[in-house]
C-alpha cells in the first residue's frame, strides 16, 4: 500500500513541497468534518504515541491527545520531570530507547537539534510541537484557517506583527512563501527576522509567487492585510527582555487603529495564543503592575472582535495534527500528492 507521506517525520515545513502542505491542510479540513459528524477515523488503531513536553503547552498537548485518542491511538505524555533527554541521557540514547517502544513521537522542546536527532535514531516519525526556530504544527492549522475564511491560500496576505524573530514568525514567512501567500513581518528593525530565514523564504517564494515583505512601518506593511496575525511579545526562555520589548513593541500592538489601517473590511484577526489581551491573568496583572499596560500585543477590543478567529485556529491545532499523524502513520492510501 502506497503513501508517500508514511514514516515521514515533521521537522520544519521546508522539507515539504506546496503539494504535500496542502494535502494535509485539505486532509485536516476533511477530517474535522468527519469528526463534527461523529464518522470514526480510527487511522491509528493499537498505535502508541509518546509526547516529550520540554516546554509546558495547552494547545498543543491537548490537540496532540484527542487527536491520537480519536485515531484510536494511546497517547503517553512525559513532561520535563518525566525523562531524562539532554540531562541524565543523551537525545540520541533516548530516541532508541523511545522509538522501539513508541510508533511515533512528538517533540515539543528548546533545540530543534533535539527534534532532528529524535527522528534520525529512532526509526519512528518525529512531529515537532514547537521548537526555538520552527513550528510547523502550528502552521497546518493556520492556513487550514485561512483557507476556511477565504476558500484558497494563494495570493492571500498574511501580515505577522510583534517580534519577527521568533519560531511563529519563520514559520509563517517560510510556510507561506512555499504556499504561494504573501507574508509581510512588520517590526522593529532590530527585531527583524534572521536573514538565512528570509532568503530561503525568498528562494520558495520565486517558484509560488508570493511577496515576502519585511518592514517597521506599521501603516504601510498592514495595508490591504487579509489577515493580522500577533503572538506574545516575550517568548519562553526571554523572560529577562520583558521591559525592553514592551517599550519596543507598544506601537506594533494589534488594535482597531491597525484594523482600519488594513483598509480592507474583511480582514482576520489571528493569534496562537495565549493572548495577553487583559489582567485576568497572572501574568496579566504584573505586567500591569511592573509597567502600567494593561493589553500588550492584541488589545481586548480586538481580541473579542468579529474579526477575531483565534479560537477557530486553536481547534485546528487538533484537527490538523489528526491529519499530520493519519497521514505519516496510518497506512493510508496516498501514491502522490
Not at 31 to 55: D, M, S, W
Not at 87 to 92: D, I, W
Not at 244 to 272: F, G, W
Amino acid at each position: 500500500m502506497q503513501n508517500i507521506f508514511q514514516g515521514r517525520s515533521l521537522l520544519a515545513e521546508k522539507d515539504f513541497t506546496k503539494d504535500e502542505l496542502m494535502y494535509l491542510i485539505d486532509f485536516a479540513i476533511h477530517l474535522k468534518e468527519l469528526k463534527k459528524k461523529g464518522v470514526p477515523h480510527r487511522y491509528l488503531e493499537g498505535k502508541n504515541i509518546a509526547l516529550l513536553f520540554e516546554k509546558a503547552s495547552t494547545r498543543t498537548r491537548a490537540a496532540f491527545t484527542v487527536a491520537a485518542t480519536d485515531l484510536g491511538a494511546h497517547p503517553e505524555y512525559l513532561g520535563k520531570d518525566d525523562i531524562q533527554i539532554g540531562n541524565k541521557e543523551s537525545v540520541e540514547d533516548t530516541a532508541k530507547v523511545l522509538g522501539r517502544m513508541f510508533d511515533g513521537i512528538e517533540y515539543r522542546g528548546f533545540k530543534q537539534g533535539n527534534a532532528e536527532v529524535l527522528a534520525e535514531h529512532s526509526g519512528v516519525p518525529v512531529w515537532n510541537g514547537l521548537t526555538d526556530e520552527w513550528h510547523p504544527t502550528q502552521m497546518i492549522a493556520d492556513y487550514m484557517t485561512l483557507k476556511e475564511n477565504f476558500g484558497k491560500l494563494e495570493g492571500l496576505t498574511l501580515v505577522y506583527t510583534g517580534d519577527g524573530r521568533n519560531n511563529v514568525a519563520n514559520s509563517l514567512l517560510v510556510t507561506g512563501a512555499i504556499l504561494g501567500v504573501n507574508v509581510t513581518i512588520v517590526t522593529p528593525e532590530s527585531l527583524f527576522p534572521d536573514e538565512t530565514v528570509v532568503n530561503m523564504a525568498e528562494g520558495f517564494a520565486e517558484t509560488s509567487g508570493a511577496v515576502i515583505k519585511i518592514t517597521d512601518n506599521v501603516k504601510d506593511g498592514v495595508r490591504n492585510a487579509d489577515a493580522l496575525y500577533a503572538d506574545v511579545w516575550v517568548s519562553m526562555g526571554e523572560e529577562d527582555k520583558f521591559e525592553e520589548r514592551v517599550k519596543l513593541l507598544q506601537p506594533y500592538q494589534v488594535n482597531t487603529e491597525m484594523l482600519a489601517a488594513t483598509e480592507n473590511d474583511k480582514t482576520i484577526l489571528l493569534h496562537c495564543l495565549p493572548a495577553f489581551h487583559d489582567t485576568k491573568t497572572d501574568y496579566g496583572k504584573m505586567v500591569e503592575s511592573k509597567f502600567g499596560i494593561s493589553e500588550m500585543e492584541i488589545t481586548d477590543e480586538a481580541f473579542r472582535s468579529s474579526q477575531a478567529r483565534q479560537f477557530d485556529q486553536a481547534e485546528n491545532r487538533m484537527h490538523s495534527i489528526k491529519a499530520i499523524m493519519a497521514a505519516t502513520l496510518g497506512q493510508l492510501f496516498i501514491p502522490r500528492v
